[in-house]
């Protein structure tokens, strides 16, 4: 069967319904891929992963202004709806939810979901009520299709923490798969966003990952202060202008370290190239 496109809640509704009861049977599991659009391979690992644990794979396509600060990209961000589909489709996604943003945010729409510790620091930090648009959009897509399993990439780890909480805290019976940063030959993270880097850009990006993975092979042998000021003396040097963070925290609550208790640390950093930010992290 191919692959079935719905733009508003309904379409979604019935071609879940279609799914569940059809060629599957009622007892069907159905995994859902949130993106916004501009599908790449980290995406296709995604749906692959989705495809592994569920009957019927549900991606949604959807740019949600709601994330997005004054300043920030939406306007810009990369759209490819047509090849988004072929390339969801080829994955063997069963259902592509695209709907605008009057379907998910009709006129008197006023609510916001905020998970306020966890969204405080980081990119939350640098990126006021960021993730109180991922929170909210995400509530509402893990409602509207009542999946039983939704995957995200540890690229976007904060990301990845606030809505395991999320979905923890409101009772969603929704399992969160996450699946490893997928990289590039030169190990730069797999983002929509590189798409905005020239060729110069992406020589400078090229050094991202190096410059981590050499934190992480001498993390043992110095303290936190250290390895955060070669990390960032490193990005310096390979012509990154403007460091938004470099920081060392826990993996499983984001909470800081100390060189008393540096296990599980992970290194979580965000730059800026020309105008692009990048986001990144590993375990250390
Ligand atoms: O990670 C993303 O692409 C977005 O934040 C998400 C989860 C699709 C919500 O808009």
């Known amino acids: 069967m191919s692959v079935e496109i719905v733009r508003d ?26 993106t916004m659009g501009a599908i790449h391979k980290a995406h296709e690992k995604l749906i692959m992963e989705a495809k592994r644990n569920a009957d019927i794979v549900l991606a949604t396509i959807f740019v949600n202004p709601m994330q997005f600060g004054k300043n920030e990209d939406f306007n ?16 063997g996604c069963n259902i592509i939810y695209i709907p605008n943003v009057e379907t998910i945010y009709p006129d008197g729409f006023d609510l916001s979901i905020n998970v306020p510790k966890l969204s405080s620091i ?14 909210t959009i995400v509530t509402k897509l893990l409602l509207q299709s009542g999946a039983d399993y939704a ?21 969603i019976p929704c399992q969160i798969l996450p ?24 020589n400078i990006a090229n050094n991202i990952n190096k410059i981590m993975k050499n934190a992480a092979d001498n993390y043992k042998n110095k303290d936190i202060e250290s390895t955060i000021n070669l990390v960032k003396n490193n990005f310096l040097d390979s012509g990154i202008k403007k460091i938004d ?25 965000a730059v800026y190239i020309s105008d692009t930010r990048l986001i990144d992290n590993i375990k250390l």
């Open 122 to 135: 980081l990119c939350g930090k640098k990126r006021p009520a960021h993730f109180e648009g991922v929170c």
């Open 245 to 269: 963070y470099v920081e060392i925290r826990k993996g499983e609550n984001l909470d800081v370290i100390s060189n008393n208790d540096k296990s599980n640390a992970r290194l979580f950093i």
């Open 151 to 171: 995957v995200f990439g540890e690229k976007d780890y904060q990301q990845l923490l606030i809505i395991k909480r999320l979905v923890k805290n409101l009772d």
């Open 179 to 202: 699946i490893e940063t997928v990289r590039d030959e030169n190990g730069l993270a797999i983002s929509s966003r590189n798409q905005y880097l020239n060729t110069e850009n992406r």
């Open 76 to 91: 810009k961000y990369p759209k490819s709806e047509e090849e988004d589909i072929k390339r969801l489709e080829s994955k």
């Open 9 to 34: 809640l309904r379409g979604l509704h019935t071609s879940i319904a279609r799914h569940r009861n059809g060629p599957l049977n009622t007892a069907a599991s159905l995994a859902i891929v949130p």
